[in-house]
């Protein structure tokens, strides 16, 4: 068989790399546990007829066959009632709800990450397959306010604890505060003006001021106070003041205010917290998500030295994330685009595992007659938690040695002489220091025991 | 939207099922972490041509299409020059071998604990999704025998950690052991004795026996030679003795005799140590594995009483894992189905998390404008690592006392009247037993601070 070459779209890891990713999921799963959140993980397919429910998204779907179906199935499947792969978290967890509703417990509090995929041309940072980290919080037919601050709260924690990346920016915005603003303005079409006012990031000002009269049908004063509305940004509740220094009064409006500022409010203590220092919360009047069903609070979050990546986290509060005959289930969340964050940063080497294996120790072996002391010392290490391997061959300790070096094991353990064996040795090859040890009893530092994540300032 | 219904043969878990499979799942990783493999994910999807190589899994492949292909890609699909969902971790890892050869450390030993997908019908606990754990240790051009007796051991060492498990038999046979006994006996087509053999266990050993008188062209004695060697089974090397007393010699018996054994050595002093009495390790000599490219060690294991779910982890040593060009790529593994194992347990409920939530601690909310208090006391415990949610209302302390139940927490926490922060106080709702507690200090047994699993004996 030839080479093969990788899949553009399908980002792959090589084991030091994965020790990087490895330990970013190990981070969110623990943080999200902390603050109470269950595991689920739903099934990767979904039928198409729910997966469609969103026109625009049709784009994006993997449709599967099985290769030996019978041709009933292959016309059902064009017929879009086949199965396709989840391209979020959302749908299936929205479904998983509804399927599951008599069994959870409302609020329910689930994370989940797990693949996702996409079956849009690769290009600009995008993936057909990639990792998502997703946190929600439903209820059943109401779910308190507070909610929306928690899991800002619990995203900020989690970030924050991923101490090798790059800043964080959370941008948090309220569809009720400009929603309210623009009706309070006497804006037609509000959601028309949402629409056109979220091209922002793409076009320039004037010209969504000018889209904002011949679209939405605003005066040109009117264009102009939308245009101010967006351009608020502060890290305190200053915003409060600004948005009301323009004149525009509405209920909605004064609902959006104080639902912002209690956002705000609760991730300011934790973000003032020692060692927060990269994240930073901004009440961004801008961010407003193109998604239709947000109806409160909104999310976005950028990557600082990184904006081009845009939103690599994002959500924000939905009035009913699914219904069913009985019931509306509310819901608020946030998306963390794992892969979208990671594999640039990998690609470019700027984190990377400082070893390819777990292991702490690698054990010689004197000759090949005697790998079952070797197996002995491993098992004994085992025992109390420290990884380890026995070299492949007897070979030359400066083999061996070198055998650790090329997958940056930092010690080498060297069994003792036969009818001995109480004089071990064991060296740390990165200081060369050389020191008898008890396989019962010898303890690497606590900052040996697993690999570490290493930044390459530089890259 | 209805209340959607599970699709067949993808199965999903409620939270509290989670709990288990995600405790399995990180017993496994620690134990293949602790014996040094790497942890690797390779992509959800293989080319097809990839996948087909093997004519008799074409069935059981899911095609993938974007649902807005170009009609080329549509084209090229169908002549299964396109993606398929990979049915096991064996073909992506093979791949992933040869794709990055040139970064890899030889012997290269990885961990891979993913999802995979089959197109069959689902049936007879068949799944169209679910989980494996493999471990592989693969050498380039060569790739000593003591790896054979390091993969049972360490898939043995991690079957034994899953105490909430019932018992397991590993049973281990070695190709070089039977193909050497056939050729000693003279049979004109060994691999045809194989294969007629393999079916011992669908059909009686007198209709084998014709079988291999009609088909593989033996005698009747020969025929019941060959049932007689498959019919040995010891737990330890009381099998050479029944092989010789058989009377067959040949070359690759010995050979294969002789690594028999040393696995079952290998073995023998794991599965001996204490708390290990779950796990028994047997030369069965009926096991020879119907996939062709085994080439010496081969393992299967029965779950003790379910031993009609077949085997559920199962491998050996390929000589030819992987080859390209200019190198030949052996390798020795063993796969664990996760699901195969957990799914049937976990759906007649015979094991589930005591809780459905990772929370430690329900931290009550005296009333809704005291709530940041609340969320003050479960800040402080998260800082030590306890895990806590606070209730989602103020509702009287019987109802939050009811919401912890119900999701199983052990503990609800009452701050403190305004003022007076140090009169906290923590009630174990089991015992029902209540005390002062400063949520600065307080910390739970070390049982509960992750959820357990039960195991229901009458399930």
New interface residues.
Partial sequence: ???????SG??????AQ?VVE?QVIDTLRATF?????????????E?MD?LLRKGDT????????????APQERADADR?AG???HFDLTVPFA??V????G???F?F??FQIQ?V?R??RPQDGRYR?FTQADIDII?RDTL?F??DV?VARVMLDALSRLDFLPGFRLQVNNRKLIQGFYAGLGAPDVDEVMRLVDKLDKLPAEKVAELLVAEAGLTGAQAEQCLALAAIRTEDDGFVAQVRALGVEHPLLDEGLAELAEVGR?CAA?AAAPGRERVTVVADLSIARGLDYYTGTVFETRLVGAEGLGSICSGGRYDAL????RATYPGVGISLGVSRVLVPILGRGALVGDR????VVLVAVVEEER?AESDAVA?AL?SR??????A??AAKFGKQIR?AE??GIPYVWFPGPEGDPADHQVKDIRSGEQTAADPAVWTPPEADLRPRVIVKEDS
């Fill in positions: 068989m030839a080479k093969p070459t990788p899949l399908f980002p792959e890891l090589l084991p994965r490895q546990e902390l603050h109470g959140f269950a595991g689920i993980e739903t099934r990767a397919v039928p729910q049709s784009k994006e779907v993997y449709v599967l066959r099985r290769l030996q179906e879009t199965l396709g792969l479904r998983y509804l399927e599951n509703a069994k959870l417990e609020p509090r689930r693949k995929w079956g849009e397959e209820g308190p507070h909610h928690e609760g934790l699914a219904s069913d005959g390819s294996v777990p292991s790998r098992d085992r938690g420290i990884a380890c391997e026995v492949p061959t055998t090329r997958r």
